[in-house]
């Protein structure tokens, strides 16, 4: 009787997931607005003003902007509205639900980006259920909702323009593969972490490596050149820039980066690799992309919106180890949860109070004092746990977070020619643990609002 009852709850659960999951995005779509969407907006609509009033040269120079030129153009064009709103004296700024129309961009252009999975999913032979599995644990991963519905980031368009530049890849269009990661260059310069491997897999001419990477990067110095970045800017471009070599190792000279070492041993790995047939064509990219940007936000000090860059390379390389689906399950599990914990006790201010009170909640509930607008999940640890114990866990976290990691690069290296359509009877044995895993990652994303909701209640 339970084993029956427990059989039909994961049925109801399969099939109705995606709608199960549509309320869960639709509650953190309206529980947060993350005060840089705000700056974002209104930079935005200051683009288009500068743009219709012809002083788009000094775009830069008068508002002292920070991000770079695509982005803004692509945010302008989708905030137009908010913007001709500003015009008639209807302030976007101040209204919440206007700008919940500008955080609408974020989910859409992941939904994009899924479908975009979904191509390469087919091209490379997965079954319907297999594809559709894969498209929900991306959505549903917390390396996904945590960047576009909480702190609402714009790294999901860099996303977008690589699964369209993989889509050329797989499909042997290299002018498309070259054009679209040069525009993702101009947006995130990250995108190079990805290409550089994908490149040095297909082509092991010199000459032709260097130029088609000058095609990619020059974009970006062009922009960079017409629209010169603040100096408030240019200082935070180069403390990205020296992220990379906060983890280094003593050599006999000088200390080294730690990423950069596997980086260079990634790129030695892609260029010796002999062209690939069958299923490797696939499989080996996706692995190697994994490697590159799993490593970046594995090994750098990274900002939490960052790790959305590995998630698509992650979850289509994952479907494709059907012998191992178990336990790379597992380590994707311990991986992605882990980071997202460290996540919101490092950067807490991303996911405190005060990213929850321009919405919607406190106007039906209740208000947030101001003294309050700081507290976050960190702030309610440190109340019930000793510092030494929060430094233990936080260590104990970390450490599954990089060995979890180094597993996942082990278990889902192509060794052989996997027949992809195995999957579907192996997705089905591990139902519980697509389910359990589903609930805890989105659990860890609603842990916030959920604060905030029982401070409501029990208050």
């Known amino acids: 009787m339970n084993k029956s009852i427990t059989e039909k ?36 609509m200051n683009f288009m003003g500068s743009l219709f009033t012809g ?36 302030d976007p700024l101040t209204n919440t639900l206007l700008l919940h129309w500008s955080k609408l961009q974020l989910v859409a252009t992941l939904v994009l980006t899924l479908y975009l999975m979904k191509r390469i999913a087919d091209l490379i032979g997965m079954d ?8 929900f644990l991306t959505a549903s991963s917390c390396l996904v909702m945590s960047p576009i519905l909480i702190q609402t980031q714009y790294d999901i368009i860099t996303v977008t323009f690589m699964m369209i530049a993989l889509n050329c890849y797989f499909k042997n269009k290299m002018w498309g593969f070259l054009i679209c990661f040069a ?11 990805v290409f550089i491997p994908l490149l040095l897999l297909h082509e092991k001419r010199i000459l032709h490596i260097l130029w088609k990477l000058i095609v990619v990067v020059t974009p970006s110095f062009v922009l960079s050149t017409l629209f010169p970045i603040t100096p408030e800017a240019q200082n935070l471009a180069l403390i990205m820039f020296m992220l990379p070599f906060r983890w280094e190792i003593p050599t006999s000279v000088l200390p080294s980066s ?60 994952l479907f494709l180890s059907v012998k191992r689906f178990r336990i790379v399950l597992l380590l994707e599990s311990v991986f992605t949860i882990s980071m ?37 999940p960190r702030y309610y640890l ?22 979890s990691f180094i597993l996942l690069l082990w278990f889902l290296y ?30 860890i994303c609603l842990v916030p609002v959920a604060i905030y909701l029982a401070w409501v209640v029990f208050r």
């Open 258 to 317: 730690v990423f950069f070492i596997l980086t260079f041993i990634l790129w030695f790995y892609c260029y010796q690799k002999k062209p690939l047939e069958g299923i490797k064509k696939y499989s080996v990219p996706l692995y190697t992309c994994f490697a590159a940007m799993g490593g970046f936000i594995t090994v750098v000090y990274v900002h939490p919106y960052w790790a959305i860059l590995a998630a698509p390379f992650l979850y289509l390389a």
């Open 183 to 193: 525009l993702a260059g101009t947006i995130k310069g990250f995108s190079l972490i």
């Open 9 to 44: 709850t994961i049925y109801w659960l399969d099939r109705y997931k995606f709608y199960l999951l549509g309320v869960v995005y639709i509650l953190l779509f309206f529980s947060h607005l993350y005060h840089d969407l705000i700056v974002t907006v209104r930079d935005s």
């Open 128 to 135: 319907k259920k297999t594809t559709e599995w894969c498209i």
């Open 414 to 443: 192509p060794k052989e020619n996997n027949d992809v359509s195995a999957n579907k009877d192996t997705i089905a044995e591990q139902m519980p643990l697509l389910l359990g895993r589903t609930i805890v990652s989105v659990f």
């Open 340 to 376: 997202t914990a460290l996540f919101q006790y490092v950067f807490h201010w991303c996911n405190n109070f005060n990213t929850i009170a321009p919405t919607f909640l406190p106007r039906i509930l209740r208000n947030i004092p101001d003294e309050m607008l700081q507290r976050s």
């Open 55 to 90: 002083k788009l040269a000094t775009f830069y120079e008068d508002f002292g902007v920070l991000y770079s030129f695509p982005i803004y153009l692509i945010m302008g064009i989708w905030n137009l509205p908010l913007y001709l709103l500003r015009l008639i004296g209807i």
């Open 382 to 403: 440190e109340r019930f746990v000793s510092s030494s114990n929060i430094t233990i866990i936080n260590y104990v976290i970390s450490s599954a977070m990089v060995a």
